[in-house]
């Protein structure tokens, strides 16, 4: 998939966890972990600005795209 979610890289960095992250963005946890984990579809702009607000960062941040075949900096 050419687009990865680095979500996991921002909550580990402020120490938050995904139940706290859901509740602020007004997610349900099982729908954080769908984005999370890649499986997401789509995300929508007011979705996307929620978690930037919580996280204080940039879609960049949340987000990278890779070529196929390429890794993932990790």
């Given at each position: ?28 946890p099982a729908n954080v972990a769908v984005l999370k984990n890649g499986r997401a579809k789509a995300v929508r ?30």
């Amino acid at each position: 998939m050419p687009i990865v979610v680095r979500i996991d890289v921002e909550l580990a960095k402020r120490k938050l966890s995904v139940g706290e992250f859901a509740e602020r963005v007004g997610l349900t946890p099982a729908n954080v972990a769908v984005l999370k984990n890649g499986r997401a579809k789509a995300v929508r702009f007011s979705t996307l600005e929620a978690m930037c607000r919580v996280l204080e960062c940039q879609p960049g941040d949340l987000l990278e795209w890779v070529p196929d075949g390429a890794e993932a900096d990790q």
